[in-house]
Structure formats: C-alpha cells, structure tokens
C-alpha cells in the first residue's frame, strides 16, 4: 500500500482578521468621542456610540473595557464616556515629539509679545490644517482656537501659505473639495482663490480677511524643514478692529521673517538663503 504524506492544516487567521476588526471599531469609537469632545458634548452615551458604529451595545462595551482599563476613556456620571488621561498623554507624546513645536516655541512667545496678537503654529494634515501651538500674551484678546482643532485650508491664512508653496498636488486636492462659505467674505470661487494662491506666493504670506470667522483677520507664512519642503505655517491673527488692513503688509513681512528663521532652525537651507539676502 502506498503511504500518503500527511497534509499540513491550513492556518485559521480568523482570529488575526476579527483582531484587526475590533481594533478598527475601537479607532472609529475613539474618533466620535473625540469628535463629539470637541463640539461641545460632555459626554458621548452607549447608544450613540452603538449607532456610529453600526453595532450593538454589548459589542461598544467590550470594545471599551480595555480602554477604560488603560485610562484612554472614562465613564461619566450620566453613564456616558469620554476621553480620559491616557488619551491626553498619548497626545501630548505626539506633540512632545514634533520638532517643529519645539523649535518655533521661542520664536511664536516673541512674536505675539511683539504684535500683541495671537500666534499659532499649524500642520497639515490631509487639506486641514491642525493646530500644534498657540501663544498668547497678557494683553492679548482671547481667540476660540484650541490646540488640536482643526480647519480646512481654503479658508485659512495658513492653509494659503501652506498650498502656494507646497507641491502643485496640494492645489488641486484643495479645489476638488466643495467650497464652503465661513463667513460673506470667503472665497467660493475656484478661479479667485486660484488668483489668490498666485498672489500668496508673490508676497510670500496668505491673508485671512475675515474669511473663517467674521471678526477676524489673520496672516501666515509657510514653515519649511531641512528638506525644503513645507511642513507647517505659522500665523499671527486678531480682531479686525486690532489688525486693520492698513498693517496686514508690515504684519505679513514680519510673519514671513519668523517663519524663515523657524525654517532655519528646522535646517532649511533655502530659508538660510533667503535671510542672508535680506528676504523681509
């Protein structure tokens, strides 16, 4: 009789995919509540969460527990969860480790102190924006911002600066996005904003006239990194009432040394050039 050769079972990876699923539900969980943090709600109830996420109560439960054991969430009074320590930690890791903070902190104290206006440093992230940092001084007015918000570009001083000099790419994923009108002043129209990319690069900052909220006004140059390439873009922002238009040329020269002396610092040696030439 002829001997056959035993044949190896098939690893069941079930386990590994159910894993990999259970570990996208809890990313999705972690996204609401912080989504709904964000907006205002204290808290974010069983049955909400159960719905975002197309699943039952008893599966948001099991999904939570290790959270809630790792203080990444915790239970609020109303029975409802919320972000907890844990969440709050890892964030300020990730903060903690972009050089770009660092390295511009001393440079955003300076120029709020200077203008007396509030300074704020972003980050891409897709066609938003993300703030990282924000500097304000004692006689500064309060703005709504909050480090960790995020905006989209096309209505943003930042998010100008950040697309006239960043690659061509970023331009046209900015377009194909619906336009949405913050305020009555912001630009809707592709072709203008076009012609208003052109002219951020031309001057070197973009401006925010009250586009994003209508009493404010804000400029901002782009931040490069050793490789030349734009990582961030700093800011400057205030009341209208407080930064007329009349000083959004001197302002926006003086955001454009910052930025360039932050760029600097990142290694950039294109930034190094244009200093040394007396650029702004």
Partial sequence: ??????????????????????????????????????????????????????????????????????????????????????????GQSYLEGIDLRSAAAPFLRRTAERTGLTCHLVVPDGTDIVYVDKVETRGTVRMGSRIGNRLPMRNTASGKAMVAFGEAELLARVLAEPATAMTEHSIVDDDRWRAEIDRTHGRGYGIDDRENEPDIRCVAAPVLDHANQ????????????????????????????????????????????ALSKGTR
């Fill in 230 to 273: 734009v990582v961030g873009a700093m800011s400057i922002s205030g009341l209208a009432s407080r930064f007329p238009a009349a000083a959004v040329r001197e302002l926006g020269d003086g955001v454009v040394r910052t930025a360039l002396e932050i760029s600097v610092a990142l290694g950039s040696s294109s930034a190094q050039l």
């Fill in 1 to 90: 009789m002829r001997a056959t050769t035993p044949v190896a079972p098939v690893p069941d990876d079930a386990p590994a995919r159910n894993a990999a699923l259970s570990l996208r539900r809890g990313l999705r969980l972690l996204d609401c509540i912080a989504d709904r943090t964000r907006n205002g709600d204290a808290s974010v109830s069983l049955g909400v969460l159960a719905d975002e996420l197309g699943t039952s109560k008893s599966t948001v439960l099991r999904l939570t527990a290790p959270m809630l054991e790792n203080d990444l969430l915790r239970r609020t009074p109303d029975a409802g969860f919320t972000l907890g320590l844990g969440a709050l930690l890892l």
